[in-house]
């Protein structure tokens, strides 16, 4: 970057600034992404199914009537770019204030590094050593292999989630069933199964039941609600906070605004240390 006379130009305001507007704009990514759900969901887009078997047994199933758009994997895809191109440019930024220089030493090699394990990160320490060790302390700090739970780290959740949809494809999206109310007439509906806290596909099971005989469903003796929401379609629980085994940060929606919270914070933080390593 020059100035107009030629001279270098080693003000980081454009890139902060820039760095800005890609937050902002990952922010619009996820809340166009919830309001394109919100209308998927107003045109009733799934029906509940009831099928009595001979031997009394009933079983409540989900049918599809509209597929989940497309379009909701790809703002998905949209959002963990601009994320994780945010880091890469917040780093980059740092190295410009840190050493007034613009474009910084070893620019071609800087990449926000996000390691699972101490071996790949000492694997790849030589493209930092242009940078004061206070920042590659910090960043070696906030890595997901020492975080206390690496399946919630947001670097970690952000850097398994965009691989995905960069090297492979937009992720799948499905219906994940995250309440069931059930209330049935205790001596003609028996519950046998009750699906909660799981992905449910078009077709699957959301309750088998048994009836007496001599009887039908009917609003007296049986009432069922269930209530969705988005998550990935191979979305797995795992331990979080106080043990407990559920989907890391709760829906896609947590997930998503924590990992935009967690990059934000990452760059504000890095960007205030870089300016005081260059005071000194």
């Given at each position: 970057?020059?100035?107009?006379?030629?001279?270098?130009?080693?003000?980081?305001?454009?890139?902060?600034?820039?760095?800005?507007?890609?937050?902002?704009?990952?922010?619009?990514?996820?809340?166009?992404?919830?309001?394109?759900?919100?209308?998927?969901?107003?045109?009733?887009?799934?029906?509940?199914?009831?099928?009595?078997?001979?031997?009394?047994?009933?079983?409540?199933?989900?049918?599809?009537?509209?597929?989940?758009?497309?379009?909701?994997?790809?703002?998905?895809?949209?959002?963990?770019?601009?994320?994780?191109?945010?880091?890469?440019?917040?780093?980059?930024?740092?190295?410009?204030?840190?050493?007034g220089q613009n474009p910084p030493p070893g620019a071609e090699r800087l990449e926000w590094?996000?390691?699972?394990?101490?071996?790949?990160?000492?694997?790849?320490?030589?493209?930092?050593?242009?940078?004061?060790?206070?920042?590659?302390?910090?960043?070696?700090?906030?890595?997901?292999?020492?975080?206390?739970?690496?399946?919630?780290?947001?670097?970690?959740?952000?850097?398994?989630?965009?691989?995905?949809?960069?090297?492979?494809?937009?992720?799948?999206?499905?219906?994940?069933?995250?309440?069931?109310?059930?209330?049935?007439?205790?001596?003609?509906?028996?519950?046998?199964?009750?699906?909660?806290?799981?992905?449910?596909?078009?077709?699957?099971?959301?309750?088998?039941?048994?009836?007496?005989?001599?009887?039908?469903?009917?609003?007296?003796?049986?009432?069922?609600?269930?209530?969705?929401?988005?998550?990935?379609?191979?979305?797995?629980?795992?331990?979080?906070?106080?043990?407990?085994?559920?989907?890391?940060?709760?829906?896609l929606a947590h997930r998503l605004q924590s990992v935009h919270r967690a990059v934000t914070?990452?760059?504000?933080?890095?960007?205030?240390?870089?300016?005081?390593?260059?005071?000194?």
């Amino acid at each position: 970057m020059t100035t107009p006379s030629g001279a270098p130009d080693v003000s980081a305001d454009t890139e902060v600034r820039l760095l800005t507007a890609r937050l902002n704009r990952a922010r619009t990514h996820y809340l166009d992404f919830a309001e394109l759900w919100a209308a998927y969901l107003e045109g009733h887009p799934h029906s509940i199914a009831r099928e009595i078997l001979t031997d009394g047994t009933v079983t409540i199933r989900l049918d599809r009537v509209a597929p989940i758009p497309a379009e909701l994997s790809i703002l998905l895809g949209e959002f963990l770019y601009e994320m994780r191109a945010a880091l890469d440019n917040c780093l980059y930024t740092a190295a410009v204030i840190a050493s007034g220089q613009n474009p910084p030493p070893g620019a071609e090699r800087l990449e926000w590094p996000i390691r699972t394990d101490q071996t790949q990160w000492k694997s790849q320490a030589n493209r930092y050593k242009h940078l004061p060790a206070e920042l590659t302390e910090a960043l070696e700090a906030i890595q997901p292999y020492n975080a206390e739970l690496p399946a919630w780290n947001c670097l970690a959740i952000l850097h398994g989630l965009a691989r995905f949809d960069r090297h492979r494809s937009p992720w799948p999206l499905a219906l994940f069933l995250v309440k069931t109310q059930l209330q049935v007439q205790p001596d003609v509906v028996e519950p046998l199964d009750v699906a909660c806290n799981r992905v449910i596909h078009p077709g699957e099971t959301l309750a088998t039941l048994r009836l007496s005989p001599g009887h039908v469903l009917s609003p007296t003796n049986f009432d069922f609600h269930v209530e969705f929401d988005v998550d990935l379609a191979d979305i797995e629980p795992s331990e979080g906070p106080e043990g407990l085994h559920v989907r890391p940060w709760g829906s896609l929606a947590h997930r998503l605004q924590s990992v935009h919270r967690a990059v934000t914070e990452y760059c504000d933080d890095l960007l205030l240390l870089a300016a005081s390593c260059r005071k000194h």
